[in-house]
């Protein structure tokens, strides 16, 4: 049984905290985990061999078999018709846990000291831009060697080498293979990938090193994949600088994972808007825990989602609304779309004719980057000015062209510092930032750091990407912030998985769209590899889900059922490492069960601590049985009730569950020694036996339509049988006096 609690989407909400000084974080994705538990080893030669052995299992976490984990997961079975039914009725929600940044004084203690001082020679500061760059780079040049040739043909240039050329080839033969090829297709294609990359392309030795990663026609190694990953990244690939600042982070080896990280976090912020932050097309989650998420699938279809065709309805019919809406879809590639900035572009114009001012906002920036236009600063400052009479996030972009000199005279920052007060003023964060970004530097104010870190800080709050990545860097060199190489990690990993590479997303979620799974699974594990917790989700459930049909590849043909647990294991542990919860209650649930592995009550304890570290309410219910039991935990029944209560407490909807473990709390604590201990502890033996009777024999369709017909005939039966009672039981309440009068017999007359 599993309960949804108070659970948030995966994102970074920076929030002020009790007292105006205070912003906190608590990263729960990277809670610590017991070294205990199923957890990468710092070496990869030790994590190699926690496998699953082959002949341990043919079983896997299926869905169905962690919502109902047996007896124990839902209390107990003395009604378990009733639990049964409502187990239907209750969603689950596999949506991990919101990450809240947390500053302490003592995080801020140095701020000070270090930067009000208008005479600092500014030197730790050397190293800041003043302002991004507008210049707008083509995604090939900031994510070469990506997939997005082969996926998107019309969008990438030609091979520049042979290498090259051979590399494009076997890409394109891993994706064939995953949609229908088959293994003989992935083994021509790793070939070519590996002959590529013995050559000493980069982009091939990093598919070569995804293959290792996931064991395609390769023996699954992680030392394999790491060295391919590395000699990519020292190439330039920024999917394996992904990869790799990844697998350090997991090591908490965050001296080396902040520099890639803040690498990669740059390119990413230099892709977003001048005026605001752009709106993110963040992976969508396939599944809601059991189920599939339909309605999530159904907005992103494109143009074939009727929400879609109602709003482009709007938009033909004159709203200026809904043109700007479909505009920003095609401009951003969202819902579903192609990105298309011409089509933005002519839906941008329709809807400026009509006065709408977040239309004028986006061709100003259009103007500013070039992009689906020739640049042009004078028109960019035209349609910036037009749109700041109606909104106020217009005045960043003002300013931005201000500081930059670009479309004006000369530089003036007293001008561009009055505009970025305005949109602060009006509580736009964008203002916010630009203005710490000025006291950061010195940039046309006196340099003050912790007012900058201020800034930044209320700009985070409104959740402003750019606003995170400056307070990385504060973290990462130790200027204005207290110097947290753990803290900048995951900040700047936050803003790096807005880069280019996240592009994949769409296009897996177009395969799953389209049906086709295989192409799916592939293009959601590649995301895996390089951090992304949704992707790691995805992939997991396609291969929980659909099994074969994940067209999974394994070393030698398609996967073994004990490859695929190995990797849907895999693949569950690291989205429930970065807070995904329902994950962390699949991984307890394959060690309390011995699925995949060998039975190791200890283990799934830690998994459950894990998932009860994130507020689950599944989690701690799950560790109240094991301590009623005495199963990986002392036997403790105050602690039992204590887990009880506080899974009731986190999530009202285990209040039948919890009543049943109290019962049983009850009876185990005043009748220990009697039979009806002994009747409960027998029942998660019996119940199986019970389950696997009626789907063997009652619920085998020859047997159910037998069992159906014979049902009816013995309906007709009974209504018969009560319909000739009822008439009999009438006849005999009748009067016996009911006959004719013989003709010499009168009724005598009454009185007159």
Known sequence: MTWQGNRGRMTWQAVIGWRATYLTWLHTGHAPVSPDIHHLSRKFETQEKRTVEPETTRASLHLSDSLLPNMRSFGYPLLVVIALLLLLLLPLSTLARPFVLVLTPEDLSDAGAQSSDSDADGGDASDWDEFGDSDTKPDDELDPGSWRPILDPDSGPEPATEDEAVYYSGVAKVIAAASSGGPRVMEEAASEIEAAATAGNPHAQSALGFLYEMGMTKERGKAKAFMYHYFAADGGNTQSKMALAYTYSRQDMHDKAVVLYAELAEIAVNSFLISKDSPVMEPVRLHNGAEENKDALRKSRGEEDEDFQILEYQAQKGNAAAMYKIGIFYYFGLR???????????????????????????????????????????????????????????????????????????????????????????????????????????????????????????????????????????????????????????????????????????????????????????????????????????????????????????????????????????LWWQASEQGNEHAALLIGDAYYYGRGTERDYDRAAKAYMHAKSQSNAQGMFNLGYMHEHGQGLPFDLHLAKRYYDEALQHDSSAKLAVTLALMSLWVRKNYASSFLVDMIDSLPEVYPKVEAWVQNVIMEEGNATILTLFSCLLTVLYLRERQRRHAAAAAAAAPEAAQPLLPNEHIPAGPH
């Open 336 to 570: 579903g779309l192609r990105r298309d900035r011409a089509k933005a572009l002519s839906w941008f114009l329709k809807a400026v004719e009509k006065g709408e001012p977040k239309s004028m906002e986006l061709l100003g920036e259009m103007y500013a980057r070039g992009a689906g236009v020739e640049r042009n600063y004078t028109k960019a400052l035209e349609w910036l000015t037009l749109a700041s009479q109606r909104l106020f996030s217009a005045y960043n972009g003002m300013g931005y062209l201000y500081v930059k000199g670009y479309g004006v005279e000369k530089k003036n920052y007293t001008k561009a510092k009055e505009y970025f007060e305005k949109a602060a003023d009006n509580e736009e964060a964008g203002g916010h930032y630009n203005l710490g970004v000025m006291y950061l530097k010195g940039v046309g104010v006196k340099r003050d750091v912790k007012r900058a870190c201020n800034y930044f800080i209320t700009a985070a709050k409104e959740g402003q990407p750019k606003a995170f990545y400056q307070l990385a860097k504060m973290f990462h060199t130790g200027v204005g912030l207290k110097k947290d190489l753990r803290m900048a990690t995951a900040l700047y990993k936050l803003v790096a998985e807005r880069g280019p590479w996240s592009s994949l997303s769409r296009w897996a979620l177009e395969s799953y769209l389209k049906g086709d799974v295989g192409k799916a699974f592939l293009l959601y594990s590649r995301m895996a590899e390089l951090g992304y917790e949704v992707a790691q989700s995805n992939a997991a459930w396609i291969l929980d889900k659909y099994g074969e049909r994940s067209m999974c590849i394994g070393e030698s043909g398609f996967c073994t059922d004990a490859e695929r647990l190995q990797c849907v294991h895999s």
